[in-house]
């Protein structure tokens, strides 16, 4: 069965889908053919102030709901994500291209645990008693109030849910902005709420460029926003709304090392690397891109490397068999490219990849660079695509200077048998997740974001509540009221 990708109407506001179609076109494209698939439209300023205004108006009553009342309605939004799992798989790898071998177990699936984590926290929201003697105080854990979020375009579902749960959870409404490349499974995740229960206006979804994130984020009613996305949107987005003084969250970009001492199980570091590098092709912002092999095993380990890369199968994403899709859209392959030609212009060895593959879409090959130096520009920026770096290194000390001599600081990942070494490592690594002997596991039970340029607060865990809520401090007083005159 083929599910229809044009959905019913671009936006999704107050319960409801609504179509405007005066704001200017978002063709959706499938990067696997280069065909439209869809077309939505970009919401106008009159529309973004109706999904506030819905925002607004559902904020008071749901979150008068006990947090049992609101999980139940995530969780069972968690429930028919899963049973929906194939079809929204499906939507996702044609709006993405990633391989329905990946959607099916990462994005609805993601999402759908999010929304059960959350679900399960929300009658767990508390606030404390504090005694003063006879008096006392105690604190209330309460909404912000209308929260926006803004998504990237590689995980357009998790992104989404991972946002829109923990939001929810704790007694806030938002308005969701998708990236403008994969507008259509947000759309999704707004028709699952409201089947779940969810009252209109709790969750609502509007397509747009960059500015229609920006009139979202400057509004006034807005005390709340998230961005997944890029450190110079990031930059943007925090001091518009730093001037409002609204929380924020960031989750940004990175250049994450992956470090491999000479004691590690070589296959199961080539794995790491491969899931590090070439997973969804390399769009994620937690890879390990800068891989560090220290030099007793740097030349078994691109060996075997080149060995497990005949494994890759690129073709239709929708069948089952392919692990390997093409970039989300021709503007990030151009990007791509440029880091690649600019890898071997500056000198870095080409060991594998670095080519375009013939056809439509926009395809490109799992590259691989050794003999990279810290100062090349494909060491330093952030790629975004199927680009593995590697490095070489001598001792533990000299490999920690350099993994922390980014200014990014999203994730980290160690491989070696050697325990102490393994947890004096991640002490000394500069990014808000590492991974010990394996990389890029990202379940919503743990925290997840940013230290340095990559990011603001964290998403997931319980620590989520924190910044997705905020107390109110209440002092009750049981005798008379002293005063100096
Ligand atoms: P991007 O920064 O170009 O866009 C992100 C979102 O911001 C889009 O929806 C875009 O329309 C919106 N936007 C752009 N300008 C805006 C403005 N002035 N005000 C408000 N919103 C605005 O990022 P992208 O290219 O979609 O995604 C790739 C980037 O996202 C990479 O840097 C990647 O590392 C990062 N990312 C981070 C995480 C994470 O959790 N840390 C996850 C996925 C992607």
Redesign the pocket.
């Known amino acids: 069965m083929t599910y229809p990708t044009q959905p019913e109407a671009s936006h999704f506001i107050d319960g409801a889908y609504v179509e405007d179609d005066s704001g200017a076109a978002i063709p959706v494209i499938y990067p696997a053919t280069g065909e439209i698939i869809a077309t939505l439209h970009s919401a106008t300023p009159a529309l973004v102030d109706r999904a506030l205004a819905a925002a607004r108006r559902a904020q008071p009553a749901w979150a008068a709901m006990t947090g049992t009342e609101r999980g139940r309605i995530l969780r069972r939004a968690a429930d028919i994500m899963r049973a929906r799992n194939r079809e929204l798989s499906e939507l996702e790898t044609k709006d993405t291209g990633k391989p329905l071998q990946e959607t099916l177990v990462a994005d609805a699936t993601s999402g759908a645990d999010a929304l059960e984590y959350f679900g399960g926290l929300a009658a767990t929201l508390s606030g404390e008693h504090i005694q003063m003697g006879e008096d006392f105080v105690y604190t209330r854990r309460e909404a912000l109030g209308v929260a926006v979020g803004?998504?990237?375009?590689?995980?357009p579902t998790q992104?989404a849910c991972w946002k829109a749960a923990p939001a929810l959870a704790c007694g806030n409404t938002m308005v969701f902005?998708?990236?403008?490349?994969t507008p259509l499974s947000a759309l999704k995740v707004a028709e699952i709420l409201l089947e779940a229960g969810a009252p209109p206006g709790v969750f609502n979804v509007v397509q747009g460029?960059?500015e229609v994130?920006?009139q979202l984020?400057e509004d006034e009613r807005v005390a709340k926003v998230s961005?997944?996305?890029?450190?110079?949107?990031g930059r943007?987005?925090y001091s518009?709304a730093a001037s409002g003084m609204k929380s924020v969250t960031m989750?940004?970009?990175?250049k994450s090392p992956l470090v491999i001492f000479d004691d590690a199980s070589l296959e199961d570091a080539v794995s790491a690397a491969i899931n590090a590098n070439f997973y969804s092709t390399g769009q994620v912002?937690?890879n390990g891109t800068r891989v560090f092999v220290q030099d007793g095993i740097r030349e078994a380990f691109l060996k075997r490397l080149s060995e497990r890369l005949k494994g890759v199968k690129a073709g239709d994403p929708l069948d089952e068999e392919t692990n390997f899709g093409p970039m989300v859209s021709e503007r990030q392959r151009e990007i791509v490219e440029g880091f690649i030609a600019k890898g071997s212009e500056e000198g870095a060895r080409l060991v594998a990849g670095g080519g375009r593959p013939e056809g439509a879409g926009f395809w490109i090959e799992p590259t691989v660079f050794a003999d990279v130096e810290d100062d090349m520009t494909i060491a330093r920026e952030?790629i975004?695509g199927p680009v593995m770096s590697v490095f070489g290194f001598a001792t533990e000390e000299e490999v920690l200077e350099r993994a922390n001599a980014t200014i990014y600081g999203?994730s980290a990942g160690v491989f070696t048998r050697d325990l102490a070494r393994a947890h004096r490592m991640v002490a000394g690594l500069q990014a808000g997740s590492c991974w010990i002997n394996t990389y890029n596991l990202t379940p919503v039970e743990a925290p997840?974001g940013?230290m340095k340029m990559?990011?603001v607060g964290r998403e997931n865990g319980q620590v989520a509540i924190e910044h997705w809520s905020q107390l109110k401090t209440v002092y009750v007083a049981m005798g008379a009221v002293e005063a100096p005159f």
């Open positions: 803004i998504g990237a375009w590689n995980y992104i902005k998708p990236s403008e490349t460029y960059g994130g920006a984020v961005l997944t996305g890029s450190v110079p949107t943007k987005v518009a989750e940004l970009g990175g912002c937690s952030e975004f999203l997840f940013g990559s990011g």
